[in-house]
């Protein structure tokens, strides 16, 4: 079964760092065209950060994370990552990585409608 993990959470100060990863079992995620998504409690899940298959020449950022998260893919290594920075009260949230079953032809980014497959999420919290 395919199955995406989340790892990378945790307690952080407002200006402070912390990297995300994204791994998965049973597929390669070079294939894939990988998302971010974050669900702060009483808020929809919004979409945060994308990144296209293969090299990963196209990313896209939320105009709310921009040039504060970088993501970013290591294929060998079969994990995506996505380095938060300067993090506010407000990235507050559970975060998620998600992918669409045959994305690999597909430009950044991807409604949350169309994700196939999600991992569980990792708890992300800014104390202010």
């Known amino acids: 079964q395919v199955q995406l993990v989340e790892s990378g959470g945790g307690l952080v100060r407002s200006g402070g760092s912390l990297r995300l990863n994204c791994t998965a079992s049973k597929f390669i995620l070079e294939d894939y065209v990988i998302m971010w998504f974050r669900q702060a409690p009483g808020k929809e899940r919004e979409g945060v950060s994308c990144?296209?298959?293969?090299?990963?020449?196209?990313?896209y950022y939320a105009d709310s994370v921009k040039g504060r998260f970088t993501i970013s893919r290591d294929n060998p290594k079969n994990t995506i990552y996505l380095q938060m920075d300067n993090l506010k009260f407000e990235d507050t949230g559970v975060y998620y990585c998600?992918?669409?079953?045959?994305?690999?032809?597909?430009?950044?980014?991807?409604?949350?409608?169309?994700?196939?497959?999600w991992g569980e999420g990792t708890l992300v919290t800014v104390s202010s």
């Open positions: 990144i296209t298959s293969g090299d990963g020449t196209t990313k």
């Open positions: 998600a992918t669409e079953e045959g994305s690999w032809y597909r430009e950044c980014p991807l409604p949350a409608t169309s994700m196939t497959y």
